[in-house]
């Protein structure tokens, strides 16, 4: 977006980008539903602008003051602002054995799929954030016994703020996925073709074992960049990056995944959302070409797929706040719910009402 967005405002500089990834550039959120769906390969993302080639190497640390990246096979590379853009990588769980899958990139995404194809029947998932539930919803849909299990009372906890849990929990219970909540993991171990689980004492076996705990953004390399890396990198409202002495390192920007924005109350936020992705190199472009940026004006959006519903989240969700349904359609599981009051920043979730959520997130009126 990033690159597109400048282009088209005219921004006329060069381009040059770096990523390990043998598959870049691609979307990720077709990995944990379309694709394991079907047999194509990887399809490389079409908004991708082709005369930007992606120089396959991997950063592995950076010189701030003079905005180099070193790599690890191209050497150094120079210039006149840097923008971070190296997302979240899966998190490992403690002492999990090799051969537990997890998806986060393409290639995540291909040895999942090869190993349903190869005859798997039945997987354990642990972890029910937003990837769980949709590696559930998409693996029930290919028909394997389904097994969730997660520490937290309930699903996707943080996407929802502790909102429409036991409606969550129906969605899986209704695909006939098994749910396993407020459980701890004592121990996975592969025995002959099996895994098997323990959680608080109860052993369940599946062919699949699938890591979905969370993802930790990939600041590893900027360790001694002099950048503050606190759980992603700390920027300004409009992306400019920070140092540890709480100064703005000139010419080094973060957006994605991997930056945690400073909110007006001085918090400094990280949401791992394609949208806001998409937003942050949006509102970049438009700072490289001279432009005032509209992105800071914008709420949170973030949306997920899964048991034939498209759930769509706008604003920031109070945990303690009334959870109110002011629209429903039960013949099409349809349903808009407000959170907040009038007098307060009012934030929306919408499942299977894209147009109702459009124009509540707007402040139109649902009637018109």
Not at 12 to 31: K, Q, T
Not at 40 to 47: D, Q
Not at 234 to 246: E, F, I, P, V, Y
């Given at each position: 977006?990033?690159?597109?967005?400048?282009?088209?405002?005219?921004?006329?500089?060069?381009?040059?980008?770096?990523?390990?990834?043998?598959?870049?550039?691609?979307?990720?959120?077709?990995?944990?539903?379309?694709?394991?769906?079907?047999?194509?390969?990887?399809?490389?993302?079409?908004?991708?602008?082709?005369?930007?080639?992606?120089?396959?190497?991997?950063?592995?640390?950076?010189?701030?003051?003079?905005?180099?990246?070193?790599?690890?096979?191209?050497?150094?590379?120079?210039?006149?602002?840097?923008?971070?853009?190296?997302?979240?990588?899966?998190?490992?769980?403690?002492?999990?054995?090799?051969?537990?899958?997890?998806?986060?990139?393409?290639?995540?995404?291909?040895?999942?799929?090869?190993?349903?194809?190869?005859?798997?029947?039945?997987?354990?998932?642990?972890?029910?954030?937003?990837?769980?539930?949709?590696?559930?919803?998409?693996?029930?849909?290919?028909?394997?016994?389904?097994?969730?299990?997660?520490?937290?009372?309930?699903?996707?906890?943080?996407?929802?703020s502790g909102h429409l849990g036991e409606e969550a929990k129906a969605w899986m219970h209704q695909a006939g996925v098994v749910t396993h909540f407020g459980v701890a993991v004592e121990s996975i171990q592969k025995t002959d073709a099996q895994w098997t689980v323990r959680v608080s004492g109860l052993d369940l076996h599946a062919d699949l074992a699938i890591s979905a705990v969370g993802a930790r953004p990939h600041t590893e390399w900027l360790t001694y960049?002099?950048?503050?890396?606190?759980?992603?990198?700390?920027?300004?409202?409009?992306?400019?990056?920070?140092?540890?002495?709480?100064?703005i390192a000139d010419g080094i920007f973060a957006i994605g995944d991997v930056s945690a924005r400073q909110a007006e109350d001085g918090t400094f936020r990280r949401f791992e959302s394609w949208t806001q992705a998409q937003r942050h190199g949006a509102a970049l472009a438009e700072y490289f070409a001279g432009f005032d940026s509209s992105e800071l004006e914008q709420a949170p959006y973030g949306w997920t797929e899964q048991f034939g519903r498209k759930v769509q989240v706008h604003g920031m969700l109070p945990p303690a706040g009334e959870l109110v349904q002011v629209y429903a359609a039960e013949e099409r599981n349809a349903a808009l719910y407000r959170i907040g009051s009038a007098e307060e920043d009012v934030a929306w979730i919408g499942v299977n009402a894209p147009r109702q959520f459009s124009r509540a997130s707007m402040g139109m009126s649902l009637l018109s």
């Open positions: 977006m990033l690159i597109a967005r400048s282009r088209e405002l005219g921004f006329a500089g060069e381009f040059i980008v770096i990523d390990s990834d043998p598959n870049a550039p691609y979307d990720r959120p077709p990995l944990s539903k379309q694709f394991l769906l079907g047999t194509g390969p990887v399809e490389p993302a079409e908004w991708w602008p082709e005369a930007t080639p992606i120089l396959n190497a991997k950063a592995i640390g950076l010189l701030t003051d003079k905005r180099t990246v070193l790599t690890d096979k191209l050497g150094e590379v120079a210039a006149d602002a840097v923008v971070i853009s190296t997302g979240a990588g899966s998190i490992r769980l403690p002492n999990g054995p090799a051969g537990v899958l997890t998806l986060r990139t393409a290639q995540d995404a291909l040895a999942l799929r090869s190993a349903v194809d190869a005859g798997a029947s039945s997987a354990i998932i642990i972890g029910a954030g937003t990837i769980g539930a949709e590696l559930a919803s998409t693996l029930a849909q290919r028909g394997l016994a389904v097994t969730v299990v997660d520490l937290a009372p309930q699903p996707m906890q943080r996407f929802f960049s002099e950048l503050d890396i606190s759980n992603g990198v700390r920027c300004t409202a409009d992306g400019k990056a920070m140092l540890t002495s709480g100064g």
